[in-house]
Each structure stands twice: as structure tokens, then as C-alpha cells.
């Protein structure tokens, strides 16, 4: 009554097809490959060796065509991995330990002592790097390798590595406030903490009253310190000023930095330093401090973690806004928050930049600017670029000065 019916080859060969391929089209249709001729052709070729006729241009194996538009990076991802104070703590490695031992051989029966000393554990050296520019990458905690313990037949065991902690140049080492290095200098290196001494194997007590001596002492440990690192930006000239200045967007105009800026207002979070480029192959570093706001000096806003960048510039562009009311009073309380920090930093070379005056509004205001300061003050425009060229001649007579003045050599520039 009933026949067993042969399965056709060819319906074996596309059902394993679809078997091998399950995982890859499960969200896809029938219809994402096509078949050119029958099953058996179009899965296997004449000699059966290889898969043709099967179409994989759908869009889980289709490439994106044109080019993706780039996105704009936010400050706040900018900013996500700079750093500039850490808090860490160095514990060097500890020495290995002595051994005792005797000699053994056939026949010699007092062979004598021959345990060896312990290695020294390794130091931690803080060395300034160049070509870092933040302190993310240095971990709360560091541990020294620890020296190998000696051995036998006068082996001395191995001494712990040397750990080396890169940071950017300006780092300021302190340690329970007080200064303990400056590193300014590519290269320069700071013995942060000592590692401890090897133990001595009974052999190093050997002598003429102890022929025979079984003491071995145990490595010495390590040491261990706290210290604070604190990054300084490394400028000449300081752009001082509220936030939504333009500062940033002056520092574009002038060098070849590119800050974030947007058309909406918002403040940098971290410090930016360009290079303003001469004829004479001259450079001079300009840095863009975050926006101060009143009672900065009292740790408000950004507080003092961005006016510590100030220290090591040696002259000040002032930045206001000349949209506000009263742009005079913006000069007041920048230098009245710098002298707050630090005595005498408002009194430094400066010059008074009056950003956004290509608005009809702000040029009412320059006049009454200039008749309630003493300083001079340079209107410019860092949208337009107006006047830049102004900012950056006297920039340069800045630069010149305060090499003159203070008898330091300018940098040589290969």
C-alpha cells in the first residue's frame, strides 16, 4: 500500500544549502539571493567543487556607499581625557631576601657557605615627556617590582626593573603642599621613591672567628610617598577672560590651535595652547585659560584647578566682551580674582583685547572702554579676523620684551 519515495539529490544539496547559511540570512527573505538556473546548477558548479549563483547584496553584506559626514566633537568629549592634577601614591619594591646555604659536593665535605644576596627592589622614577599632554594616564597607585630572592652556589638574585611615570612638561610635584620638583625640561627625571635593599646571603658572613655561618637577613622594604602632581600649562601669553568672550575663537584666528567653538554659549573646559608663527621663524605660545567667573579664587565655577595655568605666563591678554553693559567692569574683576590667587599676577605685561567689534553695538562702546583703562586696548574681531594683525605685532613686542627685561636667552630653533 504505501511506497517509500527517494528523496531527489537536488533538494538534499539546496536544503543543506540553507542549513549553512541559516545563521547569516535568518532576518533576511528567500528573496535576498536568486537562483540563475536550476538548484543543482546553481548551487554546484559542473564539477561540484565550489558555490556560484548565489547573490549576497543585501544589506547585511552590503558595503556603505559615499562618504559618512563627520561629526562634530563635542568640548565635553575634548575634554574627557584631560586631566590636569592627580593624586598618587608610590610604593618602590621591596628588596629580596638572603639565603642560607652550604655547598654540597662528592667529596668535600666542607664545602663552605654559598648563599647569595637578595636583588634591590625596583625605584619609581616621575620623568617629563613632551609629547604627553595630560595626566589621565597616570593610575592613583603604583607598586615597584620587588627584588628576586638569592640563591645558591653565590647566586645573587635579580634586582626589581626601574618604573617610570610620564607626564606632561610643567608638571608640578608636591608633596603636603610644598614644592618638590618643576619639571619643565623634555627629559628631565625625578627619583620619586627608593627601592629597598637585597638581604645578605651566609656567605656575606663569612670570616675568619665564623667559618660556618648560618644567618641570613630579609630584604628591606621599599619606599613609600604621596604626592600630588599638579600639570601647569607651559605659555607665554594667557588669554584672561569671562566666559563667551571668544577667547577660544581669538585663539583660532591668530594660531594655529583649533578650540572647539560653537554658535551658542558655552565655556572651555580645558586649557588650549596654540603657536603663533613669525617671519623670522620665532614662535609664541598662547594659551586659552577656561573662563573665569566672579569668586573663582574661592573655588567657584572651574575655580582655582584652571587659574593655576596662569602662574607660568609671562604676560596677559585681557579679553572682554564688548556686548555687556559694562565691559570696563569685566577688567576689574578678572584682575581683582588673579591677585586674590596669587599677589601681583594681575601686574604683569598685559594688553587689553575688545573682541566682537564688527557689531555696530560694540563700537559705541570702545571709546568709553578706552577713556576708563589706562592699558592699551586692541579691538579685533575673531569672527572676521579684524584687526588680528594688530594683536599679534604687539604680541610679538611682548615676547621681545620680556626677554630683554628678565636677561634670559631666547630658545634656540633648528
Given at each position: 500500500?504505501?511506497?517509500?519515495?527517494?528523496?531527489?539529490?537536488?533538494?538534499?544539496?539546496?536544503?543543506?544549502?540553507?542549513?549553512?547559511?541559516?545563521?547569516?540570512?535568518?532576518?533576511?527573505?528567500?528573496?535576498?539571493?536568486?537562483?540563475?538556473?536550476?538548484?543543482?546548477?546553481?548551487?554546484?558548479?559542473?564539477?561540484?567543487?565550489?558555490?556560484?549563483?548565489?547573490?549576497?547584496?543585501?544589506?547585511?553584506?552590503?558595503?556603505?556607499?559615499?562618504?559618512?559626514?563627520?561629526?562634530?566633537?563635542?568640548?565635553?568629549?575634548?575634554?574627557?581625557?584631560?586631566?590636569?592634577?592627580?593624586?598618587?601614591?608610590?610604593?618602590?619594591?621591596?628588596?629580596?631576601?638572603?639565603?642560607?646555604?652550604?655547598?654540597?659536593?662528592?667529596?668535600?665535605?666542607?664545602?663552605?657557605?654559598?648563599?647569595?644576596?637578595?636583588?634591590?627592589?625596583?625605584?619609581?622614577?616621575?620623568?617629563?615627556?613632551?609629547?604627553?599632554?595630560?595626566?589621565?594616564?597616570?593610575?592613583?597607585?603604583?607598586?615597584?617590582?620587588?627584588?628576586?630572592?638569592?640563591?645558591?652556589?653565590?647566586?645573587?638574585?635579580?634586582?626589581?626593573?626601574?618604573?617610570?611615570?610620564?607626564?606632561?612638561?610643567?608638571?608640578?610635584?608636591?608633596?603636603?603642599?610644598?614644592?618638590?620638583?618643576?619639571?619643565?625640561?623634555?627629559?628631565?627625571?625625578?627619583?620619586?621613591?627608593?627601592?629597598?635593599?637585597?638581604?645578605?646571603?651566609?656567605?656575606?658572613?663569612?670570616?675568619?672567628?665564623?667559618?660556618?655561618?648560618?644567618?641570613?637577613?630579609?630584604?628591606?622594604?621599599?619606599?613609600?610617598?604621596?604626592?600630588?602632581?599638579?600639570?601647569?600649562?607651559?605659555?607665554?601669553?594667557?588669554?584672561?577672560?569671562?566666559?563667551?568672550?571668544?577667547?577660544?575663537?581669538?585663539?583660532?584666528?591668530?594660531?594655529?590651535?583649533?578650540?572647539?567653538?560653537?554658535?551658542?554659549?558655552?565655556?572651555?573646559?580645558?586649557?588650549?595652547?596654540?603657536?603663533?608663527?613669525?617671519?623670522?621663524?620665532?614662535?609664541?605660545?598662547?594659551?586659552?585659560?577656561?573662563?573665569?567667573?566672579?569668586?573663582?579664587?574661592?573655588?567657584?565655577?572651574?575655580?582655582?584647578?584652571?587659574?593655576?595655568?596662569?602662574?607660568?605666563?609671562?604676560?596677559?591678554?585681557?579679553?572682554?566682551?564688548?556686548?555687556?553693559?559694562?565691559?570696563?567692569?569685566?577688567?576689574?574683576?578678572?584682575?581683582?580674582?588673579?591677585?586674590?590667587?596669587?599677589?601681583?599676577?594681575?601686574?604683569?605685561?598685559?594688553v587689553i583685547v575688545a573682541n566682537k567689534i564688527d557689531l555696530p553695538e560694540a563700537r559705541e562702546k570702545l571709546e568709553t572702554l578706552k577713556s576708563h583703562?589706562?592699558?592699551?586696548?586692541?579691538?579685533?574681531?575673531?569672527?572676521?579676523?579684524?584687526?588680528?594683525?594688530?594683536?599679534?605685532?604687539?604680541?610679538?613686542?611682548?615676547?621681545?620684551?620680556?626677554?630683554?627685561?628678565?636677561?634670559?636667552?631666547?630658545?634656540?630653533?633648528?
Amino acid at each position: 500500500m504505501f511506497t517509500r519515495l527517494k528523496t531527489p539529490l537536488w533538494f538534499l544539496l539546496d536544503t543543506s544549502l540553507v542549513r549553512s547559511f541559516g545563521q547569516e540570512v535568518k532576518h533576511n527573505t528567500w528573496s535576498s539571493f536568486s537562483v540563475r538556473c536550476s538548484p543543482v546548477s546553481a548551487v554546484w558548479g559542473r564539477t561540484g567543487e565550489a558555490v556560484r549563483g548565489v547573490s549576497t547584496s543585501t544589506k547585511l553584506y552590503g558595503k556603505t556607499r559615499g562618504n559618512p559626514k563627520k561629526k562634530e566633537v563635542s568640548e565635553k568629549k575634548l575634554t574627557r581625557h584631560f586631566v590636569d592634577y592627580r593624586r598618587v601614591k608610590l610604593v618602590a619594591g621591596s628588596g629580596g631576601k638572603g639565603v642560607s646555604s652550604f655547598h654540597s659536593e662528592p667529596r668535600k665535605e666542607w664545602g663552605g657557605p654559598d648563599g647569595g644576596n637578595g636583588g634591590d627592589g625596583g625605584s619609581i622614577f616621575i620623568k617629563a615627556d613632551r609629547f604627553v599632554k595630560s595626566l589621565a594616564q597616570v593610575v592613583p597607585v603604583y607598586r615597584g617590582e620587588d627584588g628576586q630572592s638569592g640563591g645558591s652556589k653565590n647566586c645573587y638574585g635579580r634586582n626589581g626593573s626601574i618604573t617610570y611615570i610620564s607626564v606632561p612638561l610643567g608638571t608640578v610635584v608636591k608633596e603636603m603642599g610644598e614644592t618638590v620638583v618643576d619639571l619643565d625640561e623634555h627629559g628631565q627625571e625625578y627619583l620619586a621613591v627608593f627601592g629597598g635593599a637585597g638581604g645578605k646571603g651566609n656567605r656575606f658572613f663569612l670570616s675568619n672567628e665564623n667559618r660556618a655561618p648560618v644567618t641570613a637577613t630579609p630584604g628591606m622594604s621599599g619606599q613609600e610617598r604621596v604626592l600630588q602632581l599638579e600639570l601647569r600649562t607651559m605659555a607665554h601669553a594667557g588669554l584672561v577672560g569671562f566666559p563667551n568672550a571668544g577667547k577660544s575663537s581669538l585663539l583660532r584666528a591668530i594660531s594655529n590651535a583649533r578650540p572647539a567653538v560653537a554658535a551658542y554659549p558655552f565655556t572651555t573646559l580645558n586649557p588650549h595652547v596654540g603657536i603663533v608663527k613669525y617671519r623670522d621663524h620665532e614662535q609664541v605660545a598662547v594659551a586659552d585659560i577656561p573662563g573665569i567667573i566672579q569668586g573663582a579664587h574661592q573655588n567657584r565655577g572651574l575655580g582655582i584647578s584652571f587659574l593655576r595655568h596662569i602662574e607660568r605666563c609671562r604676560f596677559l591678554l585681557f579679553v572682554v566682551d564688548l556686548l555687556v553693559p559694562e565691559p570696563w567692569t569685566q577688567l576689574k574683576h578678572l584682575c581683582y580674582e588673579l591677585d586674590q590667587y596669587e599677589p601681583r599676577l594681575s601686574q604683569r605685561p598685559q594688553v587689553i583685547v575688545a573682541n566682537k567689534i564688527d557689531l555696530p553695538e560694540a563700537r559705541e562702546k570702545l571709546e568709553t572702554l578706552k577713556s576708563h583703562v589706562s592699558q592699551r586696548v586692541i579691538p579685533v574681531s575673531a569672527l572676521t579676523g579684524e584687526n588680528t594683525e594688530e594683536l599679534i605685532l604687539h604680541l610679538r613686542e611682548l615676547y621681545d620684551g620680556y626677554f630683554q627685561c628678565s636677561g634670559v636667552e631666547k630658545p634656540i630653533r633648528w
